[in-house]
């Protein structure tokens, strides 16, 4: 069963950049691709910064981010935050994982 795992954090009304985002994406997302991830997007509304990844199966997350450079990746993304204004670990406002039960991607995303 494929999983879902969401990672919010609030941003105290800071504003997300284009370059945070990129750090995200260049750092999380391409290493989760490249390790069985199946996508990911990155949102932001006036309150706070939503991260979603889908993964085939949990062993494949888990593998992902119990790994010594996943450490290396939060490390990048914290510190991109952080120059923002916003403190990770101390905004994270919710982290979970569940399983996808319906989904449809539409034919050539």
């Known amino acids: 069963m494929p999983i879902a795992r969401y990672w919010v954090v609030?941003?105290?009304?800071?504003?997300?950049?284009?370059?945070?985002?990129n750090v995200w994406k260049n750092n999380f997302l391409e290493y989760a691709i490249e390790n069985g991830c199946i996508r990911g997007a990155l949102a932001a509304d006036d309150e706070r910064l939503i991260a979603v990844s889908i993964w085939p199966d949990l062993e494949t997350m888990n593998a992902v981010i119990e790994s010594d450079h996943y450490?290396?990746?939060?490390?990048a993304v914290a510190a991109s935050l952080g120059a923002g204004g916003i403190s990770i670990p101390d905004d994270i406002e919710l982290t979970c994982n569940g399983e996808i039960l319906t989904m449809v991607v539409p034919e050539g995303l």
């Open 71 to 75: 450490k290396v990746i939060g490390e």
């Open 10 to 21: 609030k941003t105290g009304g800071n504003e997300v950049t284009e370059e945070m985002a």
